[in-house]
């Protein structure tokens, strides 16, 4: 009979990685879109009727109304999913689940690239979120409102493809 040994834990660098130029840009990109966020619903505000479209079908055309009142709801859910995502950041490295075997050598690569996967898909988030919260007023506003269907397809694909990227960079730094 063979006993193997435990696993150890894995190795956490002794000092968290430092943020990264790239990292404090996105930072700031991501402060951009929730200031545009809400003055896009700041600005459209006065100028809205009181029932807009809620909800679109495949083609654009919108299937339900609701309040105006749910244009807060977009802002609000950006700063609450930054706020959220930046609590993340900062839980220690041993919450942080990384595909790959982490060694001394690579953990700080490693636990870098996460950090900088969460940033970005933070950043990604609060701009589809200001977005669509655009898209909505100026729906809301025109005669004919009309959403544009390849939204959500696009944002999806800019996501899966983000965490694609982060998971080449993160095997290659194994």
């Known amino acids: 009979m063979t006993v193997t040994a435990p696993r150890t834990s894995e190795p956490f660098p002794k000092e968290r990685p430092a943020r990264s130029p790239?990292?404090?840009?996105?930072?700031l990109c991501s402060v951009i879109g929730l200031v545009a966020g809400a003055a896009v619903a700041a600005e459209a505000w006065p100028g809205l009727p009181d029932r807009i479209p809620t909800?679109?079908?495949a083609a654009g055309v919108p299937t339900e109304w609701g309040g105006k009142w749910i244009l807060l709801l977009l802002p609000a859910v950006s700063v609450f999913l930054y706020s959220l995502l930046s609590l993340?950041?900062?839980?220690p490295l041993r919450f942080y689940n990384i595909p790959w075997r982490v060694t001394p050598q690579n953990a700080p690569r490693q636990y870098g690239l996460a950090r900088s996967l969460l940033t970005t898909l933070k950043t990604e988030i609060i701009w589809l979120f200001a977005f669509l919260e655009w898209e909505m007023t100026r729906s809301a506003a025109a005669a004919t409102p009309r959403f544009p269907f390849v939204l959500f397809p696009v944002a999806l694909g800019v996501i899966v493809a983000t965490v694609g990227i982060y998971f080449r960079k993160s095997y290659l730094a194994r």
């Open 22 to 27: 790239f990292e404090r840009s996105l930072e």
């Open 55 to 57: 909800q679109f079908d």
């Open 88 to 91: 993340v950041r900062h839980l």
